[in-house]
């Protein structure tokens, strides 16, 4: 039993972790850049709902807060890519990791100007419920990040797959060229994709917020949620939930059966391992690069 | 302006370009070596510390400048050759020794480490290295018979022939044992870039597929780069090491290796130049940021103001800007404006313009 309570709490980590990387991977997906701020993002996130909803600040109701922090989290994503990455149009891959490195750099230290370096709580209607099942007791907020995530997963992954704007995007991706010939607006196509991993990054923060605390570094924990991205495979909206579960599952598994001191490097020798043996994760998209 | 008149075949591969480039860098090289004469100790300790951060951003700029490898990691090695010179001279082996060791123990740690990434690019190889800079501070705490784990280690000064080096005894002797070890980085690298290797590590760098097809092997090219990169990486630990005098896992954390990736960028990637600007930028920023503070703090009548997380957010901001408005970094402007007063009035503004490239996925799925 202690086992699948475990697996169960795993499980709610490895979505927030999945979700940051579904992120990642929308962004790699659309545009063939890596945003190493996705993390950041979601700090700002649940930083801009804690500010929206917590009776210290300005104490709106939770259910009003929540469109609200999202459009703002998905304007900021459209601003960022308006104001900076556009400019960026046509720079190899890496500039664009160590601009958004610094993106981070900069949200951190502007989040920790407006709402200082102290842990804060989501103060929302699902804190301290409990849902029991059989034997179990689960948190309600562990239940609804788990359920959230399966949603949103889905849904993005209908998205890409079906509709136009979807196609548009991956083809955006695929060849910027090629994609503008055919008659779609790839400049548009990016600031749509990043407001909609801003607001992905907002529902992230938000359901991390409602679990447990945030603070300026807890953007920190993107570099999980990348590790995550890259053992599903870069790419794959599937694939990023898969790893971020991998991910979430393995850490309380590791703290709880090897020892201490050993147990906080899994994940990471797990990405090790997964990129050594095969080298663009599990869920690989990448054949051998022809001239 | 000056036009340099060609009469010799070896002139093409001289590290200099004429007698004019030569003498100015003999003037600069004069003007260190008498730095304890003209700063005061409190700004020689500074100037140090930006030698030691600049042998560091040479050691990642020949793998990420010029052979196009970024890595996130180098704080890894860093730590290798930090801890490896401790060790061996704690072990009883003379300095003159034990620095060599431990650069070329953390080159061939890093040589090691570069075959199974050899088949990785891009973000992959960044995110490989990312994790491996994470692992090495657990490692150094799980390795605490070696390493002192979280205690850390402490080191005073070391014996070069009877005479002490001391960061705090004798700043001034320290002071020119990192300008030595600067001057040979630096003339190595010159030299590696006009020799054969060094042409390879660009070839890869611009065009892998094309450096295959003139007969480069990729694999060993990337391998040697690695191994040359940690081992120049591994001295600046070991530098960094003695500077600090007391280190431990957290020393060398991520940030540090992410600091020093950015710092090549502001500097100018592909430079040689374009380290040293980048350990100038690093070295005084936190000098530069408190004394500001203060001024503000005394312009509006207060205390000097605290902010936590100035400086990084500061360095996001510098980092933006240059990445946005000057790609090639700091070297990149000083070119711009030492051919905007050679050619003058001749200079256009599209002379550097790099062709832009449009993005081709390598995934097919």
């Given amino acids: 039993?202690?086992?699948?309570?475990?697996?169960?709490?795993?499980?709610?980590?490895?979505?927030?972790?999945?979700?940051?990387?579904?992120?990642?991977?929308?962004?790699?997906?659309?545009?063939?850049?890596?945003?190493?701020?996705?993390?950041?993002?979601?700090?700002?996130?649940?930083?801009?709902?804690?500010?929206?909803?917590?009776?210290?600040?300005?104490?709106?109701?939770?259910?009003?807060?929540?469109?609200?922090?999202?459009?703002?989290?998905?304007?900021?994503?459209?601003?960022?890519?308006?104001?900076?990455?556009?400019?960026?149009?046509?720079?190899?891959?890496?500039?664009?990791?160590?601009l958004t490195i610094a993106l981070g750099f900069v949200i951190r230290f502007v989040a920790g100007l407006i709402w200082g370096h102290e842990p804060q709580t989501l103060q929302n209607p699902l804190a301290g419920k409990e849902v029991r099942f059989g034997g179990l007791v689960l948190g309600m907020e562990d239940v609804a990040v788990i359920v959230v995530t399966l949603l949103l997963t889905w849904a993005l992954y209908v998205f890409f797959s079906k509709t136009k704007l979807g196609l548009a995007m991956q083809g955006a991706s695929q060849n910027q060229l090629a994609a503008y010939y055919m008659g779609?607006?790839?400049?548009?196509?990016?600031?749509?994709?990043?407001?909609?991993?801003?607001?992905?990054?907002?529902v992230a923060?938000?359901?991390?917020?409602?679990?447990?605390?945030?603070?300026?570094?807890?953007?920190?924990?993107?570099?999980?949620?990348?590790?995550?991205?890259?053992?599903?495979?870069?790419?794959?909206?599937?694939?990023?939930?898969?790893?971020?579960?991998?991910?979430?599952?393995?850490?309380?598994?590791?703290?709880?059966?090897?020892?201490?001191?050993?147990?906080?490097?899994?994940?990471?020798?797990?990405?090790?391992?997964?990129?050594i043996f095969r080298p663009h994760g599990l869920f690989s998209q990448v054949r051998v690069k022809k001239v | 302006m000056r036009i340099i008149f060609k009469t010799d075949y070896m002139q093409d591969i001289r590290p200099w370009k004429d007698g004019y480039q030569l003498s100015l860098y003999l003037i600069l090289l004069a003007v260190m070596i008498a730095a304890p004469w003209w700063l005061d100790m409190f700004y020689l300790g500074e100037l140090t510390n930006v030698l030691v951060w600049a042998i560091a951003g040479l050691g990642l700029m020949i793998l990420t400048g010029h052979t196009g490898q970024a890595s996130l990691g180098h704080a890894a090695f860093l730590a290798i050759g930090c801890y490896a010179n401790v060790i061996l001279l704690e072990a009883g082996v003379p300095f003159l020794l034990a620095f060599p060791l431990a650069g070329i123990l953390t080159g061939v740690i890093g040589a090691t480490i570069a075959i199974p990434a050899l088949r990785l690019h891009g973000i992959y190889l960044a995110?490989?290295?990312?994790?491996?800079?994470?692992?090495?501070?657990?490692?150094?705490?799980?390795?605490?018979?070696?390493?002192?784990?979280?205690?850390?280690?402490?080191?005073?000064?070391?014996?070069?022939?009877?005479?002490?080096?001391?960061?705090?005894?004798?700043?001034?002797?320290?002071?020119?044992?990192?300008?030595?070890?600067?001057?040979?980085?630096?003339?190595?690298?010159?030299?590696?870039?006009?020799?054969?290797?060094?042409?390879?590590?660009?070839?890869?760098?611009?065009?892998?597929?094309?450096?295959?097809?003139?007969?480069?092997?990729?694999?060993?090219?990337?391998?040697?780069?690695?191994?040359?990169?940690?081992?120049?990486?591994?001295?600046?630990?070991?530098?960094?090491?003695?500077?600090?005098?007391?280190?431990?896992?957290?020393?060398?954390?991520?940030?540090?290796?992410?600091?020093?990736?950015?710092?090549?960028?502001?500097?100018?990637?592909?430079?040689?130049?374009?380290?040293?600007?980048?350990?100038?930028?690093?070295?005084?920023?936190?000098?530069?940021?408190?004394?500001?503070?203060?001024?503000?703090?005394?312009l509006f009548g207060g205390d000097t103001v605290a902010i936590p997380g100035l400086e990084f957010g500061v360095f996001g901001m510098i980092l933006i800007a240059f990445i946005l408005f000057e790609p090639m970094g700091i070297y990149g402007r000083w070119l711009k404006i030492r051919t905007f007063f050679e050619l003058f009035p001749f200079y256009r503004k599209d002379m550097f313009k790099r062709q832009k490239s449009y993005l081709k996925t390598e995934r097919l799925r």
């Fill in chain 1, 205 to 275: 923060g938000i359901l991390f917020a409602a679990k447990g605390s945030v603070d300026p570094n807890t953007g920190l924990m993107g570099i999980k949620a990348f590790a995550a991205a890259v053992i599903g495979g870069f790419g794959s909206l599937p694939g990023a939930l898969a790893g971020g579960l991998i991910v979430g599952v393995i850490e309380p598994f590791a703290s709880r059966y090897i020892a201490a001191g050993y147990s906080q490097v899994a994940p990471y020798a797990l990405l090790l391992a997964v990129l």
């Fill in chain 2, 127 to 298: 995110i490989f290295t990312l994790a491996l800079s994470i692992l090495m501070d657990d490692i150094i705490v799980l390795a605490e018979p070696i390493t002192g784990g979280v205690a850390g280690k402490f080191i005073s000064g070391v014996d070069i022939f009877g005479l002490t080096i001391d960061r705090w005894g004798t700043p001034t002797y320290f002071y020119w044992l990192v300008l030595v070890v600067t001057v040979l980085v630096t003339l190595g690298y010159i030299n590696l870039l006009r020799a054969p290797l060094g042409r390879s590590f660009i070839a890869v760098r611009d065009s892998e597929v094309s450096a295959q097809a003139m007969g480069v092997d990729i694999a060993r090219t990337k391998t040697i780069s690695f191994g040359i990169s940690c081992a120049v990486t591994g001295w600046a630990g070991a530098l960094m090491g003695l500077y600090a005098g007391a280190f431990n896992n957290e020393t060398f954390s991520v940030v540090i290796s992410i600091q020093l990736l950015m710092m090549i960028v502001i500097g100018g990637l592909g430079s040689i130049h374009g380290a040293f600007f980048g350990a100038i930028v690093i070295g005084f920023l936190p000098q530069f940021l408190s004394i500001s503070k203060e001024y503000v703090g005394a």
């Fill in chain 1, 1 to 98: 039993m202690d086992n699948i309570q475990l697996l169960i709490s795993g499980l709610a980590n490895g979505c927030v972790y999945g979700l940051i990387a579904l992120g990642f991977v929308l962004i790699y997906k659309a545009t063939e850049a890596v945003n190493f701020a996705q993390g950041d993002f979601m700090m700002l996130g649940a930083f801009v709902t804690i500010g929206l909803t917590n009776t210290e600040y300005m104490g709106l109701p939770f259910w009003l807060a929540l469109p609200i922090s999202l459009g703002l989290m998905a304007g900021l994503g459209y601003l960022l890519d308006r104001l900076i990455i556009r400019r960026m149009f046509g720079e190899s891959q890496t500039s664009v990791v160590i």
């Fill in chain 1, 184 to 202: 779609i607006p790839v400049k548009r196509v990016q600031g749509f994709i990043w407001a909609l991993a801003g607001a992905v990054a907002a």
